[in-house]
Nanobody, 115 residues
Framework: QVYLRESGGGSVQPGGSLRLSCAAS????????MNWYRQSPGRERELVAT???????TYDDSVKGRFAISRDNVRNMLYLQMNTLTPEDTAVYYC?????????WGKGTLVTVSS
């Protein structure tokens, strides 16, 4: 059974940093593209960053240059380093993969950026 569990969210002031983690289990993690999504109140869930099995990364324009996605295929962990945070980054952040054509989500971790 695919299991994704996010951690590392919290409250931070504008300009601050956070590192999100996602622990994955139940599938051969290293073979699958992994994503970070986020959802703010009243908005649709949006794709923030992607990392392929080969390590290729892509980012939404809103986070490019500030966020970095990475993975540890030994520990089956996905990460999102978030720097220079702004209030617009406030959201619930979700770890995601499309495993065997089925979307798999974690329960999310809340990031609040406020002074």
């Amino acid at each position: 059974q695919v299991y994704l569990r996010e951690s590392g969210g919290g409250s931070v002031q504008p300009g601050g940093s956070l590192r999100l983690s996602c622990a994955a289990s139940g599938f051969n993690f290293k073979l699958w593209t992994m994503n970070w999504y986020r959802q703010s109140p009243g908005r649709e869930r949006e794709l923030v960053a992607t990392i392929t099995s080969a390590g290729t990364t892509t980012y939404d324009d809103s986070v490019k240059g500030r966020f970095a996605i990475s993975r540890d295929n030994v520990r089956n962990m996905l990460y999102l380093q978030m720097n220079t945070l702004t209030p617009e980054d406030t959201a619930v952040y979700y770890c995601h993969t499309k495993y065997n054509d089925a979307n798999r989500w974690g329960k999310g971790t809340l990031v609040t950026v406020s002074s």
